[in-house]
């Protein structure tokens, strides 16, 4: 499902960084003010997501390097903060497409959810022995 709206270089930024549109929706919302440490119970009321979802959003985007646990008083949350320059501008251009192309975007993203969740679906199928 090739798209001539979206890069390649993002697309493959996309599949391979991207695990969700809740991730990026989450990640967008914190880039929108990087100074604002947010912490789960907010993240989770803007994003209409549970609590629990909206930790293992946070824990994910700093695995990711996308973000950092804030210094006190605020250590219970997380601002912005891409890990280099370079993940900074492939987040700055992925935003830029998502504001105009979000559903293809978005498709991309469902493309790997469906593809990761087929394969391990195929993991499990039973094999007959001959």
Not at 21 to 33: K, T, Y
Not at 104 to 117: G, N, P, Q
Request: charged fraction near 30%; include cysteine.
């Amino acid at each position: 499902m090739d798209n001539p709206s979206i890069p390649e270089d993002i697309r493959r930024f996309v599949l391979t960084s991207i695990p969700s549109v809740p991730f990026l929706e989450a990640l967008l919302l914190m880039r929108a003010d990087p100074a604002q440490c947010w912490r789960r119970d907010a993240l989770a009321r803007r994003l209409y997501v549970r609590e629990k979802t909206a930790d293992g959003l946070l824990a994910e985007l700093c695995l990711a390097g996308m973000a950092v646990r804030c210094d006190a008083p605020d250590a219970d949350g997380f601002r912005y903060r891409p890990a280099d320059d370079g993940l900074r501008a492939r987040i700055d251009r992925l935003a830029d497409l998502y504001a105009t192309h979000l559903v293809e975007v978005t498709l991309i993203i469902h493309s790997s959810l469906d593809r990761k969740a087929q394969q391990f679906a195929d993991a499990f199928k039973w094999r007959k022995e001959s």
